[in-house]
DNA sequence: GTCTATATAGGGATAGAC
DNA sequence: GTCTATCCCTATATAGAC
Protein backbone atom coordinates (compact mmCIF):
# COMPACT_ATOMS: atom_id res chain seq x y z
CA UNK A 1 0.00 0.00 0.00
CA UNK A 2 1.70 3.23 -1.40
CA UNK A 3 1.46 5.91 1.65
CA UNK A 4 2.68 8.62 -0.15
CA UNK A 5 0.10 10.52 -2.48
CA UNK A 6 -2.87 12.40 -0.42
CA UNK A 7 -5.48 10.38 -2.87
CA UNK A 8 -4.96 6.96 -4.29
CA UNK A 9 -5.57 6.26 -8.26
CA UNK A 10 -9.16 4.56 -7.72
CA UNK A 11 -9.83 7.89 -5.37
CA UNK A 12 -8.45 10.25 -8.16
CA UNK A 13 -11.12 8.08 -10.32
CA UNK A 14 -14.24 8.34 -8.35
CA UNK A 15 -13.63 12.13 -7.82
CA UNK A 16 -12.93 12.67 -11.98
CA UNK A 17 -15.74 9.99 -12.87
CA UNK A 18 -19.13 12.96 -11.79
CA UNK A 19 -17.05 15.64 -13.70
CA UNK A 20 -17.17 13.76 -16.63
CA UNK A 21 -20.84 12.19 -16.18
CA UNK A 22 -22.20 15.44 -16.01
CA UNK A 23 -19.93 17.61 -18.00
CA UNK A 24 -19.05 14.91 -21.27
CA UNK A 25 -14.94 14.92 -22.43
CA UNK A 26 -15.46 18.65 -23.91
CA UNK A 27 -17.52 20.41 -21.17
CA UNK A 28 -14.51 18.70 -18.68
CA UNK A 29 -12.68 21.68 -17.91
CA UNK A 30 -9.33 21.12 -16.16
CA UNK A 31 -10.26 23.58 -13.67
CA UNK A 32 -13.06 21.26 -13.09
CA UNK A 33 -11.42 17.68 -12.83
CA UNK A 34 -8.56 19.83 -10.50
CA UNK A 35 -11.25 21.24 -8.61
CA UNK A 36 -12.54 17.70 -7.78
CA UNK A 37 -9.57 16.10 -6.88
CA UNK A 38 -8.62 18.92 -4.83
CA UNK A 39 -5.52 19.13 -7.01
CA UNK A 40 -3.73 21.87 -8.97
CA UNK A 41 -3.91 21.32 -12.97
CA UNK A 42 -0.06 20.94 -12.72
CA UNK A 43 -0.16 18.15 -9.96
CA UNK A 44 -2.79 16.68 -12.57
CA UNK A 45 -0.24 16.46 -15.29
CA UNK A 46 2.12 14.54 -13.03
CA UNK A 47 -0.28 11.58 -12.20
CA UNK A 48 -1.99 11.75 -16.15
CA UNK A 49 1.23 12.87 -18.40
CA UNK A 50 -1.66 12.89 -21.78
CA UNK A 51 -3.27 15.52 -19.68
CA UNK A 52 -7.53 15.58 -20.24
CA UNK A 53 -7.32 12.80 -22.17
CA UNK A 54 -5.49 9.81 -19.62
CA UNK A 55 -7.98 10.84 -17.17
CA UNK A 56 -11.55 9.97 -19.12
CA UNK A 57 -9.36 6.96 -19.88
CA UNK A 58 -8.92 6.10 -16.11
CA UNK A 59 -12.16 7.32 -15.23
CA UNK A 60 -13.29 4.76 -17.91
CA UNK A 61 -10.85 2.20 -16.88
CA UNK A 62 -12.17 2.63 -13.25
CA UNK A 63 -16.24 2.61 -14.40
CA UNK A 64 -15.08 -0.87 -16.43
CA UNK A 65 -13.83 -2.36 -13.33
CA UNK A 66 -17.18 -1.97 -11.87
CA UNK A 67 -19.17 -2.29 -14.40
CA UNK A 68 -17.05 -5.94 -14.68
CA UNK A 69 -17.75 -6.71 -11.10
CA UNK A 70 -20.88 -6.14 -10.75
CA UNK A 71 -22.80 -6.75 -13.78
CA UNK A 72 -20.43 -9.00 -16.35
CA UNK A 73 -18.90 -11.29 -13.40
CA UNK A 74 -22.41 -12.51 -11.95
CA UNK A 75 -23.46 -13.52 -16.11
CA UNK A 76 -20.48 -16.31 -15.43
CA UNK A 77 -22.36 -18.47 -12.53
CA UNK A 78 -23.35 -21.59 -13.42
CA UNK A 79 -27.33 -21.27 -12.83
CA UNK A 80 -28.41 -19.15 -15.61
CA UNK A 81 -31.44 -17.77 -14.10
CA UNK A 82 -29.54 -16.98 -11.00
CA UNK A 83 -26.94 -14.95 -13.39
CA UNK A 84 -29.29 -12.86 -14.83
CA UNK A 85 -30.84 -12.42 -11.23
CA UNK A 86 -27.63 -11.20 -10.04
CA UNK A 87 -25.99 -9.31 -12.96
CA UNK A 88 -29.40 -7.15 -13.01
CA UNK A 89 -29.20 -6.70 -8.91
CA UNK A 90 -25.53 -5.40 -10.30
CA UNK A 91 -26.58 -2.61 -12.45
CA UNK A 92 -28.65 -1.07 -9.97
CA UNK A 93 -24.73 -1.07 -7.49
CA UNK A 94 -23.02 -0.03 -10.79
CA UNK A 95 -25.27 3.03 -11.23
CA UNK A 96 -25.65 4.04 -7.79
CA UNK A 97 -26.45 8.07 -7.84
CA UNK A 98 -29.55 10.27 -6.65
CA UNK A 99 -29.89 10.60 -10.24
CA UNK A 100 -27.47 7.38 -11.89
CA UNK A 101 -25.48 8.43 -15.05
CA UNK A 102 -23.92 6.33 -17.40
CA UNK A 103 -20.38 7.50 -18.01
CA UNK A 104 -19.62 5.62 -21.08
CA UNK A 105 -22.81 7.43 -22.95
CA UNK A 106 -22.08 10.98 -21.64
CA UNK A 107 -18.57 10.18 -23.13
CA UNK A 108 -20.21 9.53 -26.55
CA UNK A 109 -20.28 13.13 -27.90
CA UNK A 110 -17.67 15.20 -29.48
CA UNK A 111 -14.20 14.49 -28.87
CA UNK A 112 -14.75 11.64 -26.45
CA UNK A 113 -16.29 9.73 -28.91
CA UNK A 114 -13.46 9.96 -31.30
CA UNK A 115 -11.20 9.13 -28.33
CA UNK A 116 -13.03 6.33 -26.56
CA UNK A 117 -16.30 5.41 -29.07
CA UNK A 118 -14.65 1.97 -29.87
CA UNK A 119 -13.75 0.82 -26.47
CA UNK A 120 -17.69 1.58 -25.71
CA UNK A 121 -18.64 0.01 -28.28
CA UNK A 122 -16.65 -3.12 -27.54
CA UNK A 123 -18.00 -2.99 -23.29
CA UNK A 124 -21.31 -3.23 -24.89
CA UNK A 125 -21.08 -6.12 -27.27
CA UNK A 126 -19.64 -7.99 -24.27
CA UNK A 127 -22.53 -6.79 -22.34
CA UNK A 128 -25.10 -7.76 -24.65
CA UNK A 129 -23.71 -11.32 -25.72
CA UNK A 130 -22.98 -12.60 -21.82
CA UNK A 131 -26.42 -11.67 -21.01
CA UNK A 132 -28.15 -12.96 -24.87
CA UNK A 133 -25.88 -16.06 -23.59
CA UNK A 134 -27.53 -16.67 -20.79
CA UNK A 135 -31.03 -16.17 -21.56
CA UNK A 136 -30.51 -18.59 -23.96
CA UNK A 137 -29.23 -21.04 -21.34
CA UNK A 138 -32.59 -20.72 -19.53
CA UNK A 139 -34.30 -22.67 -22.93
CA UNK A 140 -35.36 -19.46 -25.02
CA UNK A 141 -34.16 -19.64 -29.07
CA UNK A 142 -30.69 -18.10 -29.29
CA UNK A 143 -32.29 -15.64 -32.20
CA UNK A 144 -35.12 -14.55 -29.61
CA UNK A 145 -32.28 -14.09 -26.89
CA UNK A 146 -30.11 -11.99 -28.43
CA UNK A 147 -33.10 -9.89 -29.16
CA UNK A 148 -34.17 -9.80 -25.53
CA UNK A 149 -30.57 -9.06 -24.50
CA UNK A 150 -30.32 -6.34 -26.68
CA UNK A 151 -33.45 -4.91 -25.96
CA UNK A 152 -32.96 -5.12 -21.98
CA UNK A 153 -29.70 -3.04 -22.67
CA UNK A 154 -31.37 -0.41 -24.45
CA UNK A 155 -34.53 -0.11 -21.97
CA UNK A 156 -31.96 0.34 -19.14
CA UNK A 157 -29.75 3.12 -20.96
CA UNK A 158 -33.19 4.91 -22.22
CA UNK A 159 -34.24 4.47 -18.68
CA UNK A 160 -31.11 6.30 -17.66
CA UNK A 161 -31.37 9.10 -19.98
CA UNK A 162 -35.04 9.75 -18.52
CA UNK A 163 -33.72 9.68 -14.94
CA UNK A 164 -30.66 12.23 -15.89
CA UNK A 165 -34.24 14.63 -17.44
CA UNK A 166 -36.33 13.95 -14.37
CA UNK A 167 -33.70 14.04 -11.89
CA UNK A 168 -34.83 10.59 -10.08
CA UNK A 169 -33.33 7.28 -10.41
CA UNK A 170 -37.27 5.61 -10.25
CA UNK A 171 -36.90 5.01 -13.84
CA UNK A 172 -33.90 2.76 -13.19
CA UNK A 173 -35.28 0.71 -10.81
CA UNK A 174 -38.51 0.28 -12.69
CA UNK A 175 -36.52 -0.71 -15.44
CA UNK A 176 -34.81 -3.53 -13.48
CA UNK A 177 -37.93 -4.67 -12.16
CA UNK A 178 -39.54 -4.97 -15.46
CA UNK A 179 -36.27 -6.69 -16.95
CA UNK A 180 -36.70 -9.22 -14.13
CA UNK A 181 -40.53 -10.15 -14.91
CA UNK A 182 -39.51 -10.25 -18.67
CA UNK A 183 -36.71 -12.38 -18.82
CA UNK A 184 -37.22 -14.65 -15.77
CA UNK A 185 -41.19 -14.34 -15.43
CA UNK B 1 -40.83 35.29 -48.73
CA UNK B 2 -37.50 36.97 -47.67
CA UNK B 3 -34.97 36.91 -50.58
CA UNK B 4 -32.43 38.31 -48.90
CA UNK B 5 -30.43 36.06 -46.98
CA UNK B 6 -28.50 33.08 -48.71
CA UNK B 7 -29.86 30.93 -46.13
CA UNK B 8 -33.31 30.78 -44.50
CA UNK B 9 -33.55 30.81 -40.89
CA UNK B 10 -34.74 26.86 -41.45
CA UNK B 11 -31.91 25.89 -43.36
CA UNK B 12 -29.66 27.65 -40.79
CA UNK B 13 -31.63 25.52 -38.26
CA UNK B 14 -31.05 22.33 -40.31
CA UNK B 15 -26.84 23.25 -40.84
CA UNK B 16 -26.63 23.81 -36.60
CA UNK B 17 -28.53 20.72 -35.34
CA UNK B 18 -25.90 18.17 -36.82
CA UNK B 19 -23.44 20.16 -34.80
CA UNK B 20 -25.22 20.13 -31.66
CA UNK B 21 -26.38 16.52 -32.20
CA UNK B 22 -22.43 15.09 -32.92
CA UNK B 23 -20.78 17.64 -30.29
CA UNK B 24 -23.25 18.80 -27.82
CA UNK B 25 -23.58 22.12 -26.61
CA UNK B 26 -19.92 22.67 -25.17
CA UNK B 27 -18.13 20.90 -28.28
CA UNK B 28 -20.53 23.32 -30.11
CA UNK B 29 -17.88 25.51 -31.02
CA UNK B 30 -18.40 28.86 -33.20
CA UNK B 31 -16.23 27.81 -36.09
CA UNK B 32 -17.83 24.24 -36.32
CA UNK B 33 -21.33 25.99 -36.32
CA UNK B 34 -19.92 29.03 -38.94
CA UNK B 35 -18.15 26.22 -41.54
CA UNK B 36 -21.35 24.16 -40.93
CA UNK B 37 -23.99 27.76 -42.44
CA UNK B 38 -21.07 28.49 -44.69
CA UNK B 39 -21.14 31.99 -42.49
CA UNK B 40 -18.07 33.85 -40.52
CA UNK B 41 -18.56 33.72 -36.95
CA UNK B 42 -19.48 37.57 -36.95
CA UNK B 43 -22.43 37.18 -39.51
CA UNK B 44 -23.56 34.63 -37.46
CA UNK B 45 -24.09 36.91 -34.40
CA UNK B 46 -26.36 38.84 -36.79
CA UNK B 47 -28.93 36.12 -36.99
CA UNK B 48 -28.26 34.93 -33.17
CA UNK B 49 -27.20 37.97 -30.91
CA UNK B 50 -27.33 36.07 -27.90
CA UNK B 51 -24.53 33.92 -29.67
CA UNK B 52 -24.18 30.32 -28.97
CA UNK B 53 -27.24 30.04 -26.79
CA UNK B 54 -29.79 31.64 -29.66
CA UNK B 55 -28.13 28.97 -32.23
CA UNK B 56 -29.34 25.92 -29.65
CA UNK B 57 -32.07 27.42 -29.09
CA UNK B 58 -33.59 27.57 -32.30
CA UNK B 59 -31.97 24.37 -33.66
CA UNK B 60 -34.42 23.16 -30.27
CA UNK B 61 -36.93 24.60 -31.20
CA UNK B 62 -37.10 23.56 -34.94
CA UNK B 63 -36.56 20.14 -33.71
CA UNK B 64 -39.37 20.90 -30.95
CA UNK B 65 -41.07 21.48 -34.26
CA UNK B 66 -40.80 18.19 -36.12
CA UNK B 67 -41.89 16.31 -33.01
CA UNK B 68 -45.12 18.21 -33.13
CA UNK B 69 -45.67 17.68 -36.62
CA UNK B 70 -44.27 14.08 -36.57
CA UNK B 71 -44.84 12.77 -33.33
CA UNK B 72 -47.35 14.94 -31.31
CA UNK B 73 -49.82 16.06 -33.38
CA UNK B 74 -51.06 12.57 -34.77
CA UNK B 75 -51.78 12.10 -30.96
CA UNK B 76 -54.57 14.74 -31.26
CA UNK B 77 -56.41 12.33 -33.84
CA UNK B 78 -59.94 10.94 -32.99
CA UNK B 79 -58.89 6.93 -33.28
CA UNK B 80 -56.25 6.22 -30.66
CA UNK B 81 -54.81 2.92 -32.07
CA UNK B 82 -54.75 5.04 -35.66
CA UNK B 83 -53.25 7.95 -33.53
CA UNK B 84 -50.46 5.65 -32.03
CA UNK B 85 -49.82 4.04 -34.75
CA UNK B 86 -49.15 7.04 -36.77
CA UNK B 87 -46.55 8.52 -33.82
CA UNK B 88 -45.21 6.04 -33.95
CA UNK B 89 -44.32 5.93 -37.76
CA UNK B 90 -43.85 9.56 -36.64
CA UNK B 91 -40.69 8.69 -35.06
CA UNK B 92 -39.01 7.54 -37.56
CA UNK B 93 -39.15 10.45 -39.75
CA UNK B 94 -38.67 12.70 -36.82
CA UNK B 95 -35.29 10.38 -35.95
CA UNK B 96 -34.53 10.16 -39.67
CA UNK B 97 -30.41 9.81 -40.17
CA UNK B 98 -28.42 7.00 -40.75
CA UNK B 99 -27.29 7.19 -37.27
CA UNK B 100 -30.53 9.02 -35.55
CA UNK B 101 -29.58 10.82 -33.25
CA UNK B 102 -31.48 13.03 -30.22
CA UNK B 103 -30.56 16.51 -30.19
CA UNK B 104 -32.65 17.00 -26.63
CA UNK B 105 -30.60 13.96 -25.22
CA UNK B 106 -27.01 16.12 -26.81
CA UNK B 107 -27.97 19.01 -25.20
CA UNK B 108 -28.51 17.22 -21.48
CA UNK B 109 -24.71 17.37 -20.33
CA UNK B 110 -22.97 21.00 -19.24
CA UNK B 111 -24.10 23.87 -19.79
CA UNK B 112 -26.70 22.88 -22.14
CA UNK B 113 -28.36 21.26 -19.67
CA UNK B 114 -28.41 24.59 -17.31
CA UNK B 115 -29.58 26.36 -20.55
CA UNK B 116 -32.56 23.84 -22.19
CA UNK B 117 -32.72 21.25 -18.97
CA UNK B 118 -35.93 22.87 -18.05
CA UNK B 119 -37.33 22.82 -21.64
CA UNK B 120 -36.54 19.31 -22.53
CA UNK B 121 -37.73 17.57 -19.61
CA UNK B 122 -41.36 19.65 -20.08
CA UNK B 123 -41.45 18.58 -23.82
CA UNK B 124 -41.09 14.61 -22.86
CA UNK B 125 -43.87 15.23 -20.15
CA UNK B 126 -46.01 16.77 -22.90
CA UNK B 127 -44.92 13.17 -25.02
CA UNK B 128 -45.29 10.99 -22.14
CA UNK B 129 -48.95 12.32 -21.17
CA UNK B 130 -50.11 12.45 -25.02
CA UNK B 131 -48.75 8.76 -25.66
CA UNK B 132 -50.53 7.54 -22.08
CA UNK B 133 -54.23 8.88 -22.97
CA UNK B 134 -54.16 7.18 -26.27
CA UNK B 135 -53.12 3.87 -24.86
CA UNK B 136 -55.31 4.42 -22.02
CA UNK B 137 -58.52 5.23 -25.08
CA UNK B 138 -57.60 2.22 -26.12
CA UNK B 139 -59.10 0.61 -23.03
CA UNK B 140 -56.21 -0.41 -21.18
CA UNK B 141 -56.33 1.15 -17.16
CA UNK B 142 -54.87 4.83 -16.81
CA UNK B 143 -51.62 3.28 -14.39
CA UNK B 144 -50.75 0.50 -16.87
CA UNK B 145 -51.65 3.43 -19.84
CA UNK B 146 -48.29 5.39 -17.97
CA UNK B 147 -46.10 2.97 -17.64
CA UNK B 148 -46.24 1.76 -21.19
CA UNK B 149 -46.35 5.49 -22.26
CA UNK B 150 -43.30 5.67 -20.27
CA UNK B 151 -41.54 2.74 -21.26
CA UNK B 152 -42.19 3.31 -24.97
CA UNK B 153 -40.01 6.69 -24.76
CA UNK B 154 -37.22 4.86 -23.00
CA UNK B 155 -37.12 2.28 -24.82
CA UNK B 156 -37.17 4.80 -28.25
CA UNK B 157 -34.07 7.02 -25.85
CA UNK B 158 -32.17 4.15 -25.33
CA UNK B 159 -32.26 2.64 -28.70
CA UNK B 160 -31.27 6.07 -30.14
CA UNK B 161 -28.15 5.44 -27.58
CA UNK B 162 -27.38 2.07 -29.25
CA UNK B 163 -27.81 3.64 -32.62
CA UNK B 164 -25.11 5.90 -31.52
CA UNK B 165 -22.90 3.10 -30.24
CA UNK B 166 -23.20 1.21 -33.07
CA UNK B 167 -23.68 3.73 -36.03
CA UNK B 168 -26.94 2.10 -37.19
CA UNK B 169 -30.40 2.76 -37.49
CA UNK B 170 -31.20 -0.41 -36.98
CA UNK B 171 -32.16 -0.83 -32.99
CA UNK B 172 -34.64 2.12 -33.69
CA UNK B 173 -36.60 0.45 -36.35
CA UNK B 174 -36.68 -2.74 -34.08
CA UNK B 175 -37.67 -0.22 -31.13
CA UNK B 176 -40.64 0.66 -32.88
CA UNK B 177 -41.45 -2.25 -34.57
CA UNK B 178 -41.50 -3.62 -30.63
CA UNK B 179 -43.42 -1.13 -29.97
CA UNK B 180 -46.31 -1.40 -32.15
CA UNK B 181 -46.45 -5.07 -30.62
CA UNK B 182 -46.71 -4.17 -27.38
CA UNK B 183 -49.14 -1.13 -27.35
CA UNK B 184 -51.75 -2.51 -30.58
CA UNK B 185 -51.20 -6.06 -30.30
C1' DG C 1 4.41 14.88 -5.56
C1' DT C 2 2.98 19.49 -5.12
C1' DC C 3 2.79 24.02 -6.46
C1' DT C 4 3.06 29.10 -8.95
C1' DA C 5 3.89 31.10 -13.03
C1' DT C 6 3.70 31.10 -17.72
C1' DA C 7 3.32 29.84 -22.67
C1' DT C 8 0.27 29.08 -26.55
C1' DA C 9 -3.90 28.16 -28.80
C1' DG C 10 -8.67 28.50 -29.36
C1' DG C 11 -13.13 29.94 -27.54
C1' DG C 12 -16.85 33.44 -27.49
C1' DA C 13 -17.93 37.89 -28.67
C1' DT C 14 -17.60 42.82 -30.71
C1' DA C 15 -16.30 46.95 -33.83
C1' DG C 16 -16.80 48.82 -37.76
C1' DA C 17 -16.00 48.75 -42.95
C1' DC C 18 -18.43 47.43 -47.05
C1' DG D 1 -26.39 41.03 -44.26
C1' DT D 2 -21.70 40.00 -44.82
C1' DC D 3 -17.12 40.29 -43.77
C1' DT D 4 -11.97 41.10 -41.60
C1' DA D 5 -9.76 42.28 -37.75
C1' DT D 6 -9.53 42.38 -33.07
C1' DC D 7 -10.41 41.83 -28.05
C1' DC D 8 -10.59 39.35 -23.91
C1' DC D 9 -10.95 35.27 -21.63
C1' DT D 10 -10.58 30.50 -20.76
C1' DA D 11 -8.54 26.07 -21.96
C1' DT D 12 -4.81 22.96 -22.33
C1' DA D 13 -0.32 22.24 -21.42
C1' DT D 14 4.60 23.08 -19.76
C1' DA D 15 8.67 24.90 -16.95
C1' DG D 16 10.81 24.73 -13.10
C1' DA D 17 11.00 25.83 -7.95
C1' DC D 18 10.17 23.54 -3.57
Known sequence: MPRTAQLSKTERAQRLIPIF????YDGATLNKLASATELSKASLYHHYPKGKED?????LA???????????????GPDPEQAIQNSLSGVLNYYNGDTPICLMNSLMLGNGKT???KAI????KVWAKLL?????KTGIPVIEAQEISSQT????QGSLI????HETDTHLHDCIQNARKNILG
Chains 1, 2 share one sequence.
Open 62 to 76: YMGSLLQKHVLAPLS
Open 115 to 117: LFG
Open 121 to 124: RETV
Open 132 to 136: SQNIA
Open 162 to 165: LCRI
Open 55 to 59: MARHA
Open 21 to 24: QHYG
Open 153 to 156: IEAI
